[in-house]
């Protein structure tokens, strides 16, 4: 893990429980390594970086916020990966901080900073930095990381399977490219997929620049279940834009049984309008 991981983790816990002290918080990391006799150096750079929000930081108060961390579900809780895509935070590509809120198993919030993802859609050259945020009957939207203005985002209308655009992960072990190649093929798609790290794949699709998100498991990680915060936040901006969200098999995601999504299979993000063609296409 990154200074990064740790430094995301311990501040966003840390506000996270001043404001809400009695709810639980599931995020990715821990302090375990951090406490460990050779990694002082390590700890001392995460109270460094956090220091320059937090000027109290201490190595002990930064291991305590990284540990406000539960994985014991409740009723209510907060999901948190303090940075999904670490592979792509670590070459310069895509990355996520994804927070959402869960009550009784439904995503009712979600919000994920994308520091390094352009914000016009089809503008990779153009400006850098995106939040998106999404509250249940109520939208998904995308500012800037200054807090400018807000724009109403809306998946893509397109009901021509051959015209979408479908996005997936760079890591080879993250997913089956080559069944989603033959997938594409099935369908008819003409453009290459658009390769991405991290939960930005959500933002991609609620802002209808992809239409769809394929994540089939590899076949080098039989058996792989998906944890909750990698999901969570981009599921519910994805929807409330307009789209649907289940796994590869068509089923409703589950954030309710514990960190791992066990009664899953991979992940399907479409504009809704393609979802049943695309399930029929993966079953043949
Ligand atoms: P992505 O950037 O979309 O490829 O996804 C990054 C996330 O993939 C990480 O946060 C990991 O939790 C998760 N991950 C790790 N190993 C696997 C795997 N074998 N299959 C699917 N996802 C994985
Ligand atoms: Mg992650």
Redesign the pocket.
Known sequence: MTIADFGSQAIICKVIKERFPKDVIVA?EDSEELRSPSRVHLLEQVTRYVGTLIPDASPEKVCSWIDYSSHALQERFWTL?PI?????FLRGDQYAIALALIEDGMVKLGVMACPNLYLEKGDPRGKRGCLFFALRGRGSFQTDLQGGDKTRLSVSKTDIPSKALLTE???A???DHEFHQRLARSLGIESPPLRM???A?YGIVARGEATLYL?V??P??VG?K??IW?HAAGSIIAEEAGGKVTDALGNPLDFSSGIKMERNHGILVTNGILHDAVLKAMRM
């Open positions: 990715e990966d999904d895509g670490t592979k792509g992960s760079v890591e072990d993250h997913a790290d991290s939960q794949k994540r498991p590899s080098a990680e792989y998906e944890n990698d």
